[in-house]
């Protein structure tokens, strides 16, 4: 029965970063469609909603699929110190890896969808640095998030005989 759960809420992991990656790479589409006016660094743009609603959702499932990864990861690693990780097994050292790796790409990807989405956000026109590739970035890393999640998962749950 947990083998099935676990394969279950690793499917649910991968739907929801796959799903708010795809719409990351939609918002940067979306934003696209507006018109811009570049000059160098400078940019005058029209703000889309399209783009702001894409990105709003993504970011909000990369932050349902980070819950959901740690809460079935479990928290083994929460009061360990450089020693107690020095004399773990290799799988957990992977485990704990996994898991930084997690926090820091929805760290980082998170950032990207925010500042995408807030770039959006105005409802008029505005004139500033240029906020490209955000949302494209965002959502590749939202794949990543996926890759490292199910890992984390793997090596957490791997019982040493």
């Known amino acids: 029965m947990a083998k099935i759960f676990g394969i279950f809420a690793c499917l649910v992991i991968v739907a929801l970063d796959a799903v708010a990656g795809l719409l990351g790479i939609k918002a940067e589409a979306a934003q696209n469609q507006e018109k811009h006016l570049?000059?160098?660094?400078?940019?005058?743009?029209?703000?889309?909603?399209?783009?702001?609603?894409?990105?709003?959702?993504?970011?909000?499932?990369?932050?349902?699929?980070h819950i959901l990864a740690n809460l079935v990861g479990g928290c083994?690693?929460?009061?360990?110190?450089?020693?107690?990780?020095?004399?773990?097994?290799?799988?957990?050292?992977?485990?704990?890896?996994?898991?930084?790796?997690?926090?820091?790409?929805?760290?980082?990807?998170?950032?990207?969808?925010?500042?995408?989405?807030?770039?959006?956000?105005?409802?008029?026109?505005?004139?500033?640095?240029?906020?490209?590739?955000?949302?494209?970035?965002?959502?590749?890393?939202c794949f990543a998030h996926a890759i490292f999640s199910i890992a984390f998962y793997a090596t957490s749950t791997v019982t040493l005989a």
């Not at 743009?45 to 349902?64: M, Q, R, T, Y």
């Open 38 to 65: 570049k000059l160098w660094f400078f940019e005058c743009k029209e703000p889309s909603h399209d783009a702001f609603i894409l990105g709003l959702a993504a970011a909000g499932l990369l932050l349902a699929a």
């Open 76 to 141: 083994n690693y929460c009061y360990c110190t450089g020693d107690d990780i020095q004399k773990a097994p290799p799988s957990r050292q992977l485990s704990l890896a996994c898991l930084l790796f997690t926090w820091i790409i929805m760290a980082v990807g998170m950032g990207m969808l925010v500042i995408g989405t807030m770039a959006n956000n105005k409802s008029r026109a505005s004139c500033g640095l240029s906020h490209h590739h955000f949302f494209s970035i965002g959502g590749i890393l």
